[in-house]
T-cell receptor, first 109, second 114 residues
Framework: KNEVEQSPQNLTAQEGEFITINCSYSVGISALHWLQQHPGGGIVSLFMLSSGKKKHGRLIATINIQEKHSSLHITASHPRDSAVYICAVLSNTGNQFYFGTGTSLTVIP | ETGVTQSPTHLIKTRGQQVTLRCSSQSGHNTVSWYQQALGQGPQFIFQYYREEENGRGNFPPRFSGLQFPNYSSELNVNALELDDSALYLC?????????????FGAGSRLTVL
């Protein structure tokens, strides 16, 4: 059983669609990260959350600590958003990271 | 400010050999963590270093070891390489240990074990 579960595993959307990626976790955490990974491996940290909601451009991330759930939303999706999105949590001991297996997003023009 | 730099970017080794991967952390960051990402999988946490000491470790055998230097750069060493060690190895740095910190990732070192 994975400590972090993401859904869906794969997602194809038309340009302009609103996209939601979900993340559930089973461990106590001090922070949750949403990461973006493009082909070739480079990872970019999109958000770090410990509560509430954050917004950056067309990206919105929310977290519900009580329900151990986070969502990443992309508004007005664009083909350049095509990437793998990974949810990662930092345990509340501060010294262990757990990762989801990622959601592969393809946005079609 | 400089980002996280990893070297080498690609390398090929044979089973039983040893490998050293290097990571230069972002300026101002004193914590470095290493991850293994097999093809098509999410990253797996290997370990984390803070002030030159390992202070967190995932489910990896002792042949995976590391170092952090006074300038906060780091090395990942893998002994007795196995075919399953073929993966992308990612390094990330953060401003301090513990709590909620932004991670800055390097581009990774892709290791192939033949």
């Amino acid at each position: 059983k994975n400590e972090v579960e993401q859904s869906p595993q794969n997602l194809t959307a038309q340009e302009g669609e609103f996209i939601t990626i979900n993340c559930s976790y089973s461990v106590g955490i001090s922070a949750l990260h949403w990461l973006q990974q493009h082909p070739g491996g480079g990872i970019v940290s999109l958000f770090m959350l410990s509560s509430g909601k954050k917004k950056h451009g067309r990206l919105i991330a929310t977290i519900n600590i009580q329900e151990k759930h986070s969502s990443l939303h992309i508004t007005a999706s664009h083909p350049r958003d095509s990437a793998v999105y990974i949810c990662a949590v930092l345990s509340n001991t501060g010294n262990q990271f757990y990762f989801g297996t990622g959601t592969s997003l393809t946005v079609i023009p | 400010e400089t980002g996280v730099t990893q070297s080498p970017t690609h390398l090929i080794k044979t089973r039983g050999q040893q490998v050293t991967l290097r990571c230069s952390s972002q300026s101002g960051h004193n914590t470095v963590s290493w991850y293994q990402q097999a093809l098509g999988q999410g990253p797996q946490f290997i370990f984390q270093y803070y002030r030159e000491e390992e202070n967190g470790r995932g489910n990896f055998p002792p042949r995976f070891s590391g170092l952090q230097f006074p300038n906060y750069s780091s090395e990942l060493n893998v002994n007795a390489l196995e075919l399953d060690d073929s993966a992308l190895y990612l390094c990330a740095s953060s401003p301090r240990w513990g709590g909620a910190n932004v991670l800055t990732f390097g581009a990774g070192s892709r290791l192939t074990v033949l």
